[in-house]
């Protein structure tokens, strides 16, 4: 077990003083030396006061298939698939097709419990919380937001997100490696239409593929792919929450390849009023979208890990583990990566409490476990509130791990535009008026150390 693995067990155990944070009731288990992205979730949900349940086992109910699991999630959704539709996912091989379906099970039970976390608010209450969220512009929540938020199950959701990543990173996704590795993927991609722009299920071709309609899960085994669509983002800022083919689940995984993702809001594992999960696990990539992206999360959980390689991430604001209201992380396990971002993103959160408010906090981290990193904003001048920001009762963590020198390059609009734990900055807070300038080792700390320090 790693060194900081340990650590952070021992710090979540302790007080936090000045905040709506509290010590956890009970212990917090052992956490493996490669934390899990659910185990993640777990620590950081338990540091802000929600109380984690066990995740059960995902269980294929008797007779289930995965042309009939499409079908019930089309039906979700507003639509209906026709045989022919259905027709090529009968012939799959069983290697693809059972861990396919258990997903395609969690994602349904992932969707009704985010239904029951949202049953207290009708879809008009629902829309209307997301757009005062999105107006005040990290201003002070009103009253009416606050109500809103307050009846959101939060902890139910954040316990629900648990489960699916648990079933699709741990059961899932080693059966789908094998069967690739077996020569069992089909050689062609297989895709339901996707009526509307919005599909169920879509299974990439080995080669360079291109992806233009939503889908509720995609995954992809290699190549050098293009996603121009949601790309395991919710999808209900897109329309009226009563409109069909709109996705409160969306997961998309691609296992090899330097890869494209370019999508407006939200995507890229951005979970507003739901879940999103993007999953790259090799290749150089590149990342870029307007907001609600990039593990960025309102009134939700949002989910980005890339596993490996040079990458590239840029983002407007509300991304790169932007927690509004939820709970949003980006995690980046190695390589040389470079990221930039505008406003409200890279391990920034706020909830709806406010400085003297009772909800449980909003969580936003972003991960960086080694290589030699840029940070930057996006426009001179106008960072506002970047790497590890926290407002009222939250947690917004920036952390770069490893021993390489990074590069920091962050200008703000008359505002403090970071708040980095131990970290090599160069900071700029008027345009062309050098402040700060250090340079050496930001190696030190880590996640374990801004968990005790709470994110201040």
């Avoid at 905040?19 to 917090?28: F, K, R």
């Avoid at 169920?200 to 669509?229: A, F, H, K, M, T």
Wanted: aromatic share 6%.
């Amino acid at each position: 077990m790693r060194l900081w693995a340990v650590a952070c067990i021992l710090l979540l155990s302790v007080p936090t003083v000045g905040s709506l944070w509290h010590a956890p009731t009970v212990g917090v288990p052992a956490l493996p030396s490669d934390l899990s992205d659910a185990d993640l979730m777990r620590v950081l949900a338990t540091k802000a006061g929600y109380h984690v349940t066990p995740a059960s086992k995902t269980v294929v109910p008797p007779g289930a298939t995965l042309p009939g699991l499409m079908q019930h999630l089309a039906s979700r959704m507003g639509q209906t698939l026709s045989p022919t539709d259905l027709a090529p996912f009968a012939q799959l091989d069983p290697r693809v097709s059972a861990p396919t379906l258990l997903l395609l099970v969690a994602v349904d039970q992932a969707w009704s419990a985010r239904d029951e976390a949202f049953s207290k608010l009708t879809p008009a209450e629902q829309q209307e919380l997301m757009t005062l969220t999105l107006q005040r512009n990290g201003t002070e929540p009103s009253a009416r937001e606050q109500a809103l938020s307050g009846e959101v199950d939060m902890e139910g959701l954040i316990n629900a997100a648990i489960a699916l990543d648990d079933t699709l990173e741990a059961i899932v996704m080693p059966q789908l490696q094998q069967a690739v590795q077996a020569g069992a993927w089909p050689p062609i991609p297989i895709a339901d239409p996707g009526a509307a722009g919005t599909g169920v299920l879509r299974l990439g071709s080995p080669g360079n593929d291109v992806e233009g309609i939503n889908r509720i899960v995609q995954i992809d085994p290699s190549g050098d792919d293009v996603y121009w669509n949601n790309a395991g983002g919710t999808t209900l800022l897109q329309g009226a929450l009563t409109s069909p083919g709109l996705l409160p689940i969306a997961i998309s995984v691609d296992m090899g390849g330097n890869d494209r993702y370019s999508n407006g809001l939200p995507a890229q594992g951005g979970g507003w009023l739901g879940i999103g999960i993007i999953l790259d696990y090799a290749g150089n990539d590149y990342y870029a979208c307007g907001g609600a992206c990039q593990g960025g999360a309102i009134d939700g959980v949002g989910l980005l890990r890339d596993y490996a390689g040079n990458d590239t991430y840029a983002a407007m604001g509300r991304a790169l583990g932007s927690g509004t209201n939820g709970l949003g992380i980006a995690r980046d396990d190695g390589g040389n990566d470079f990221y930039r971002v505008l406003t409200w993103g890279g391990g920034y959160a706020e909830g709806a409490g406010g400085p003297a408010g009772d909800l449980k906090g909003s969580v936003g981290l972003l991960w960086d476990r080694g290589g030699v990193d840029d940070y930057s904003d996006w426009t001179p001048g106008y960072a506002y509130r970047v790497y590890g920001w926290a407002r009222g009762d939250s947690l917004g963590m920036m952390v770069d791990e490893g021993p390489e020198v990074d590069n920091y390059a962050i200008a703000s609009a008359g505002v403090w535009p970071h708040g980095c734990n131990m970290c090599t900055w160069t900071i700029v807070e008027a345009p062309g008026i050098l402040t700060h300038r250090q340079t050496g080792n930001d190696g030190e700390g880590g996640l374990a150390a801004i968990l005790s320090a709470n994110g201040r």
